[in-house]
């Protein structure tokens, strides 16, 4: 079942869309949640009130820059988002930098997402696979 996110006390004056800008940010990101980007791929954590955000590509001057970073998005019962970083683009265990890719969470190994495929803007595709593994 669809439902739409409710938006936190806090904002409720920002009217229209500007709750999700204040989950997802509206400039160029920083320390503590995801630049805007598009082509990023998600999925849920199982037994869990938060979803995982992984790599996609943002806007820059020479056309789209691919991602290679996690982050994770947890949801209180009041709908109050926290934006965690679970992986660095330059972390040494990162995947290639990417877009369009896919993550999905692997069935009977809990905080396990597989990462596979997706490609840099116009240079690579990607066939490779990669698994992250959430710890609580």
Same mark, same amino acid.
């Given at each position: 079942?669809?439902?739409?996110? =409710?938006?936190? *006390?806090?904002?409720?004056?920002?009217?229209?869309? +500007?709750? @999700?800008? &204040?989950?997802?940010? *509206?400039?160029?990101?920083?320390?503590?949640?995801? *630049?805007?980007?598009?082509?990023?791929?998600?999925?849920? @954590?199982?037994?869990?009130? +938060?979803?995982?955000?992984?790599?996609?590509? %943002? =806007? +820059?001057?020479?056309?789209?820059?691919?991602? /290679?970073? =996690?982050?994770?998005?947890?949801?209180?019962? %009041?709908?109050?988002? &926290?934006?965690?970083? $679970?992986? =660095?683009?330059?972390?040494?265990?990162?995947?290639?930098?990417?877009?369009?890719?896919? @993550?999905?969470? $692997?069935?009977?190994?809990?905080? %396990? $997402?597989?990462?596979?495929?997706?490609?840099?803007?116009?240079?690579?595709?990607? /066939?490779? *696979?990669?698994?992250?593994?959430? %710890?609580?």
């Amino acid at each position: 079942v669809w439902r739409p996110l =409710a938006a936190p *006390s806090s904002a409720s004056s920002l009217g229209g869309l +500007g709750f @999700l800008s &204040q989950l997802f940010g *509206s400039g160029g990101g920083d320390a503590d949640r995801p *630049s805007p980007r598009a082509g990023a791929c998600a999925a849920s @954590l199982p037994d869990s009130n +938060g979803i995982v955000v992984c790599c996609g590509a %943002e =806007a +820059g001057a020479g056309g789209l820059v691919p991602r /290679a970073d =996690a982050w994770a998005l947890t949801l209180d019962s %009041e709908g109050e988002g &926290q934006w965690t970083c $679970l992986l =660095a683009d330059d972390a040494p265990n990162a995947p290639a930098p990417r877009n369009a890719a896919t @993550l999905t969470p $692997l069935g009977g190994r809990p905080g %396990e $997402l597989l990462l596979h495929g997706g490609w840099h803007p116009f240079v690579r595709t990607y /066939a490779d *696979s990669r698994v992250l593994r959430v %710890e609580a």
